[in-house]
């Protein structure tokens, strides 16, 4: 009996080891999942937009590569897209001024996309200040004007990004529908992706390199959403057109 009991003990010992052991695990995996979720807005803040109300914008970042940006702007000119907005790093800018140039004679609407690709929620603010800059300073020499938006490089920001950017004059802008492009998943599973875009969504799409397959796509992604009697906006042109959404940090 004497044995049964220590050898029980010694069974509720390892076992509530194995429990603290979950709970814990479960609890950081909680906490990393909440640090890195999106987040979109403060109850009393500055906002970061991801939808509007009525139409569709159709957006493209870039941080690198030397060859997917030129045929995409083809792609969009042939069919006929006037407005779309291109997120560029500033580092990727400063290499490709001659792209850069060719975006804004398109039309088509420039935002930052910082100036390295790096995660702000590891950056402390002064960090964050310093890259947003350093862009900033990339497109005035480029003499790119009147940019008002601005993306988290890797699309992870907490609220701290939101107060920055709002003393910077910038507007934060994630969105609603991401087509998964960069993973190369095919050109149909791109647009299987987009074709759950409604009006008011903003679309993620990407021009760097390691996006092989967004131009083959393109034409096709395109023709779902005109089939939806959509029209292609700017961003700009959809948060003041229309009530943009946010989600309020928690």
Same mark, same amino acid.
């Given at each position: 009996?004497?044995?049964?009991?220590?050898?029980?003990?010694?069974?509720?010992?390892?076992?509530?080891?194995?429990?603290?052991?979950?709970?814990?695990?479960?609890?950081?995996?909680?906490?990393?999942?909440?640090?890195?979720?999106?987040?979109?807005?403060?109850?009393?803040?500055?906002?970061?937009?991801?939808?509007?109300?009525?139409?569709?914008?159709?957006?493209?970042?870039?941080?690198?590569?030397?060859?997917?940006?030129?045929?995409?702007?083809?792609?969009?000119?042939?069919?006929?897209?006037?407005?779309?907005?291109?997120?560029?790093?500033?580092?990727?800018?400063?290499?490709?001024?001659?792209?850069?140039?060719?975006?804004?004679?398109?039309?088509?609407?420039?935002?930052?996309?910082?100036? %390295?690709? *790096? @995660?702000? #929620?590891?950056?402390?603010?002064?960090? /964050?200040?310093?890259?947003? =800059? !350093? +862009?900033?300073?990339?497109?005035?020499?480029?003499?790119?004007?009147?940019?008002?938006?601005?993306?988290?490089?890797?699309?992870?920001?907490?609220?701290?990004?939101?107060?920055?950017?709002?003393?910077?004059?910038?507007?934060?802008?994630?969105?609603?529908? %991401?087509? *998964? @492009?960069? #993973?190369?998943?095919?050109?149909?599973? /791109?647009?299987?992706?987009? =074709? !759950? +875009?409604?009006?008011?969504?903003?679309?993620?799409?990407?021009?760097?390199?390691?996006?092989?397959?967004?131009?083959?796509?393109?034409?096709?992604?395109?023709?779902?959403?005109?089939?939806?009697?959509?029209?292609?906006?700017?961003?700009?042109?959809?948060?003041?057109?229309?009530?943009?959404?946010?989600?309020?940090?928690?």
């Amino acid at each position: 009996m004497k044995f049964f009991m220590v050898f029980q003990a010694k069974n509720i010992k390892q076992y509530s080891l194995i429990l603290i052991t979950a709970i814990f695990t479960a609890w950081f995996l909680f906490v990393q999942n909440i640090l890195h979720a999106p987040v979109f807005s403060t109850e009393d803040g500055p906002k970061a937009v991801y939808k509007g109300d009525k139409n569709i914008a159709i957006t493209f970042n870039i941080g690198w590569g030397d060859e997917k940006s030129a045929p995409i702007l083809e792609t969009l000119k042939n069919e006929k897209i006037k407005s779309a907005t291109f997120f560029l790093s500033g580092s990727w800018a400063e290499r490709h001024p001659d792209t850069v140039a060719a975006i804004v004679k398109e039309g088509y609407e420039i935002g930052i996309l910082g100036y %390295d690709y *790096k @995660d702000y #929620t590891d950056l402390s603010d002064q960090e /964050i200040i310093r890259d947003i =800059s !350093k +862009a900033q300073e990339v497109f005035k020499k480029l003499n790119v004007k009147n940019i008002e938006l601005l993306r988290a490089p890797t699309g992870h920001f907490d609220k701290r990004l939101l107060k920055i950017s709002e003393n910077f004059g910038y507007t934060v802008v994630h969105w609603s529908i %991401d087509s *998964k @492009d960069w #993973t190369n998943p095919g050109v149909e599973r /791109i647009v299987q992706n987009v =074709s !759950k +875009a409604h009006k008011g969504d903003i679309i993620l799409l990407h021009a760097s390199d390691s996006a092989k397959q967004t131009n083959k796509a393109l034409p096709d992604l395109i023709e779902e959403l005109r089939g939806k009697d959509l029209n292609f906006v700017n961003v700009s042109e959809m948060i003041s057109n229309s009530s943009a959404r946010s989600e309020e940090i928690k």
